[in-house]
């Protein structure tokens, strides 16, 4: 079975500085996807960024980018210049060959002014 | 487009009462999940419907959790009777297909049991 480890339960961080955020998870699969959700006070899950295990290089999305390490199990996302919208709980995710995703802890990221 | 539409947005019920959850997702999305959030959690998978069949529901506690999906639209999840343990997020989810889409997720349903 797959497991999602996130080992930060609390991430603050000024306006405008960089944060990274960590995710670990184990799998004997080769061909996977990976995925960050932010989930802000209103509870919606929002898709911030995917990445395919096959692709080497790290997905990014604006400020969102993803350093995907496949051989050390790793997925760490960093958010640059950081906005107070920005605030959220955020999920790192597993979705294997069964297509079934497998959520982490999550990470409370806060921004402040 | 519309999103995915759950109600209620809260619920609060005293233990061993029925409480039921409603989801609209999508507009042609084939596959419909529920998850569960307990507080401080990521999401679980209670089930997932193909069109109008479950075809993974091994997370749905079956002695009291029971859902439908009629016409492969709209779907209800059901908790009778309901016990303190069941406080949670209740999230339902879309997507066109299910290996390689993307499942957007509606605001979902806080319930309280007391």
């Known amino acids: 079975a797959q497991t999602v480890t996130q080992s930060q339960p609390e991430m603050s961080v000024q306006e405008a500085e960089t944060v990274t955020l960590s995710c670990t998870y184990d799998?004997?699969?080769?061909?996977?996807?990976l995925f960050w959700y932010k989930q802000p006070p209103s509870r919606q899950m929002i898709l911030v960024i995917r990445?395919?295990?096959?692709?080497?290089q790290n997905a990014t999305e604006n400020r969102f980018s993803v350093n995907f390490q496949k051989a050390a199990k790793s997925f760490s996302l960093k958010i640059s210049d950081s906005q107070l919208g920005d605030t959220a709980m955020y999920f790192c995710a597993f979705r294997g060959s069964w297509g079934k995703l497998q959520f982490g802890a999550g990470t409370q990221v806060v921004v402040t002014p | 487009e519309a999103g995915v539409v759950q109600s209620p947005r809260y619920k609060i019920i005293e233990k061993k009462q029925p409480v039921a959850f409603w989801c609209n997702p999508i507009s042609g999305h084939n596959t419909l999940y529920w998850y569960r959030q307990n507080l401080g959690q990521g999401p679980e998978l209670l089930i997932r419907?193909?069109?109008?069949?479950?075809?993974?529901d091994s997370q749905l506690p079956k002695d009291r959790f029971s859902a439908e999906r009629l016409k492969g639209v709209d779907s209800t999840l059901k908790i009778q009777p309901a016990e303190l343990g069941d406080s949670a997020v209740y999230l339902c989810?879309?997507?066109?297909?299910?290996?390689?889409?993307?499942?957007?997720f509606g605001p979902g349903t806080r319930l309280t049991v007391l």
């Open positions: 989810a879309s997507s066109l297909g299910f290996r390689d889409d993307e499942q957007f």
């Open positions: 990445q395919e295990a096959y692709k080497q």
């Open positions: 799998t004997s699969e080769n061909n996977y996807y």
């Open positions: 419907y193909e069109n109008e069949e479950a075809v993974d």
